[in-house]
């Protein structure tokens, strides 16, 4: 049956009608979720500038709790939703990052995707045994004290960069790095030869050959220096005295070398006794001439005040009874007789017999 062309034209109107509602309302729900997810993506999420630090295993719920914790985000909501888009979620990256004010959640989850760590700043320094090092180590890099210092021990590796036991200490040059937070011991260690190389340039170890020193000499001399001053107006001074003691075969009988082996930071003096009864080559007291390793990491002030010596002819040294830290440097015994009498006098009237 033909269908009437008036009721065609009550028919299609209507229809054409609900085929226009629909696509307008399918529209405005497009465009608002266009929007919505706009929004999610590159609004700004990041109130203020702040660190986010994500350790090896966390998962994604351990990273929204530093998240949460460190207030970064504006709204956790867009950060899960684009993380979840981008698989974040199975794949989190551990590592430092910085997250700055204004940054959109689509940029804060490409950083955490890619592992674009922020470097932190490693500083070590007045540091004397290599478990010392470890531990100011593992104060900014997110290793374990006691792993590094397997590692800073294990003969293999200490061999490997043509170091002993006694001398390994001298590879690490005190200074501030740039590293990623996530470095291993080994990546650590590896990283210090690198600096090590950079510092001794063809220039520094002229300087040293200068001395009659390699550069592992110079670092334990060095050592010694800083362990007697730490006034770098001083330390040329101190770094020629026993360099002329070396020249002439004297014993540079250092006090640092044996408070090295006491291990006492309360001792304040050394005692007669200690001097004999020590049987160590690092009781420069006994032997002669260097010992086996440094008393500490030298700084580099110390290192450059032993390279480039202050020329003169003394050979004795002592504290001033002032307790100012300066010290008196003399070219004879008689001389310095006169002054350690008046330090050791000193030290009695305060009551400081060790």
């Given amino acids: 049956m033909a269908l009437d062309p008036k009721n065609r034209i009550m028919i299609f109107p209507r ?10 309302l399918a529209l405005i729900v497009a465009g608002y979720l266009a929007h919505t997810f706009y929004q999610y993506a590159f609004a700004p999420n990041v109130a203020a500038t702040g660190e986010l630090y994500i350790p090896t295993g966390a998962d994604f719920e351990q990273t929204l709790d530093s998240l949460r914790n460190n207030r970064l985000l504006i709204n956790e909501k867009p950060f899960v939703f684009i993380a979840n888009k981008k698989h ?30 922020t470097p932190v700043q490693v500083t ?10 470890a531990a100011k180590v593992a ?35 005190p200074n501030t790095y740039e590293m990623y937070w996530t470095a291993t011991p080994d990546q650590f260690i590896e990283r210090m030869h690198t600096e090590y190389e950079r510092f001794w ?25 800083q362990g007697e001053t730490n006034r ?5 001074i101190v770094a020629g005295l026993y360099l002329n003691r070396l020249r002439i075969g004297m014993p540079l009988q250092a006090d640092p070398t044996v408070q090295y082996l006491l291990n006492d930071p309360s001792r304040q003096r050394i005692l007669t006794q200690d001097l004999h009864d020590i ?14 390793g440094p008393i500490s990491c030298p700084e580099i002030s110390s290192l450059n005040a032993t390279l480039n010596p202050a020329k003169h002819d ?30 050791h006098k000193a030290l009695n009237e305060r009551k400081i017999f060790k």
């Fill in 139 to 173: 104060q900014d890099l997110a290793l374990d004290s006691a792993t590094l210092v397997q590692r800073l021990t294990d003969p293999a590796i200490i061999e490997k960069f043509g170091f002993t036991r006694e001398n390994f200490i001298c590879m690490f040059i």
């Fill in 201 to 225: 340039t063809d220039a520094r170890r002229a300087a040293a050959a200068a001395q009659k020193l390699t550069p592992v000499e110079a670092s334990i001399l060095a050592s010694i220096v």
């Fill in 314 to 343: 003394y050979l004795f040294m002592v504290q001033k009874d002032d307790f100012s830290g300066n010290h008196v440097f003399t070219k004879t015994l008689q001389q310095h007789n006169i002054y350690a009498a008046r330090y």
């Fill in 88 to 117: 974040y979620n199975e794949r989190v990256s551990p590592g430092h990052y910085t997250l700055t004010q204004g940054m959109n959640t689509n940029s804060i989850v490409n950083m955490l995707l890619a592992g674009n760590q």
């Fill in 15 to 24: 229809l054409n009608k609900i085929i226009i509602a629909v696509v307008t």
């Fill in 124 to 133: 070590f320094n007045n540091v004397r045994y290599l478990e010392n090092l």
């Fill in 232 to 236: 770098n107006n001083e330390k040329p």
């Fill in 279 to 292: 049987d160590s080559p690092y009781n420069t007291y006994k032997y002669t001439g260097l010992p086996p």
